[in-house]
């Protein structure tokens, strides 16, 4: 079975077919760098590198590009309410962006491109789109003209005549027709602007994503992605201003993630139900939020809650006590090299489950299944080649989802520490009351070692009592 991906402008999945055979070339809008990245970013992100990891692993070489917008009115906002240039916005941000999104063990793209890098391609495309009167200057502005592209609305499906209806007219009526866009903004007194044969100014929004997707990946590419919100007026424009540059179609499958609600309402910023990264790190382990984010099939919409966290904590933790234990077990064997199975893990009925649940629209809700199933079964092993086997299947799986990032015993640290600074945990405490209860043991005293365990038991701490000693953790 092929990779199918659903395509946003047919409204139905279709077979992935790269225009040059095993070479991919995908764009991703990235983000707007004037403030930390929420979940909502994660998710597109998490989604997109799921499958530029997915397209490598079927054996594709993938030019993958994502962005930064790095102008805006809300990066202009930002400096001017700290009191720094716009530049400082930037770089205080994409740190910020690498620093969280690195935690999510989110890939490095091929290219990163900023918007303020591509100026001189954005002009050369408002250029040719004046020179073919798809675009006309006014008052220092430049605007595309709507009535220009019969298709407008292909990709949304949203009717002209509606919007028109709906729209209102701009006060200063610069525009010809209220719906069309700028592309070149007229700069404001002691706003950063760039020279141009309209005067002065800065590129509009749309225009960024034509002028550097072209710039790297040509007129026509395989991928565009990015979040469902995107599809209008965002992508709709992008669409309507590279067809009239170039005369071509930009892009053969458009791919859009959902949305991700807290609580069962979507997120806002406006209506203040939205959380940074930041935030969620400080009581989740970044791999559980990975997790969580893949374990719905990308285009449905997500909901983000407390109780769906401590879920998947519950279930990554087991995960990574799978990887142990299935590690113990691998040194135990004589394999020179798990190389030397290679061709039976490709064979193996988990692999192959695996592939058909990602064929099928990075369908990542039926692979966690099958993660889930195929860990049962490694717990109840015996230790033997069809072992090896059915655990590098599994670790195989897991890694092409982005996860396993960690080995178990530094994830198990990692955890541990979130979780003692959210509970308070008093580790001396907890020592001491296991070696008062070991001590208890062995002089036969059993009131005692049952009141010391009911003591850790009351503030969250699971025993365990092992050849090695007693082990414990946090529930």
Not at 293 to 314: C, G, H, V, W
């Amino acid at each position: 079975m092929s990779l199918k991906i659903f395509n946003t402008m047919s409204g139905k999945k279709e077979d992935f077919v790269p225009q040059k055979e095993n070479h991919v070339g995908m764009y991703v809008c990235g983000v707007t760098v004037y403030d930390y990245c929420h979940v909502g970013h994660a998710r597109a992100a998490i989604v997109f590198d799921t499958l530029y990891r997915y397209l490598k692993y079927i054996g594709n070489e993938v030019n993958f590009i994502r962005n930064f917008t790095d102008i805006d009115d809300k990066i202009i906002n930002r400096a001017n309410e700290e009191g720094v240039e716009w530049q400082e916005i930037n770089r205080k941000y994409i740190e910020a962006f690498h620093e969280d999104m690195g935690k999510l063990n989110i890939a490095s793209p091929t290219v990163e491109p900023k918007a303020t890098d591509h100026i001189p391609e954005m002009l050369e495309m408002i250029q040719s789109l004046v020179d073919q009167e798809k675009a006309y200057e006014s008052q220092g502005d430049v605007f595309y003209s709507i009535k220009t592209f019969k298709d407008y609305g292909c990709l949304s499906g949203k009717n002209i005549e509606d919007l028109k209806s709906g729209a209102r007219v701009e006060v200063n009526e610069v525009k010809q027709d209220p719906l069309d866009f700028a592309l070149w903004k007229k700069s404001k007194p002691g706003e950063p602007s760039w020279e141009s044969p309209w005067g002065p100014g800065r590129p509009g929004w749309h225009i960024e994503c034509s002028a550097m997707s072209k710039r790297y990946l040509g007129d026509t590419f395989d991928i565009h992605g990015g979040g469902k919100d995107l599809v209008f007026p965002h992508h709709e424009n992008e669409i309507a201003q590279s067809c009239g540059c170039t005369g071509k179609q930009p892009v053969r499958y458009w791919v859009h993630n959902g949305f991700v609600n807290i609580d069962k309402e979507k997120m806002s910023k406006s209506l203040g139900n939205f959380f940074t990264l930041r935030d969620i790190y400080k009581k989740y382990h970044p791999e559980v939020l990975r997790l969580f984010l893949i374990s719905s099939q990308y285009r449905s919409p997500i909901d983000f809650s407390e109780k769906n966290l401590e879920d998947a904590t519950k279930v990554m933790s087991r995960f990574y006590e799978g990887l142990a234990g299935a590690n113990e077990k691998l040194k135990k064997m004589d394999i020179n090299s798990i190389s030397e199975l290679d061709e039976k893990v490709k064979g193996h009925p988990l692999t192959k489950s695996f592939e058909a649940a990602m064929n099928d629209d990075l369908n990542t809700a039926v692979v966690m299944a099958h993660l889930n199933e195929g860990l049962r079964h490694l717990n109840s092993a015996s230790i033997n080649e069809e072992f090896a086997i059915t655990a590098q299947a599994w670790i195989n799986s897991a890694k092409v989802l982005g996860l396993f990032a960690s080995s178990p015993e530094k994830f198990e640290e990692e955890l541990f520490a979130i979780k003692s600074k959210n509970l308070n945990i008093d580790v001396e405490k907890i020592e001491k009351l296991i070696a008062d209860r070991n001590t208890a043991r062995k002089s036969k005293n059993w009131s005692e070692a049952d009141r010391c365990r009911d003591e850790l038991t009351a503030i969250g701490v699971l025993i365990t009592d092992t050849p090695h000693g007693t082990e414990w953790k946090i529930k």
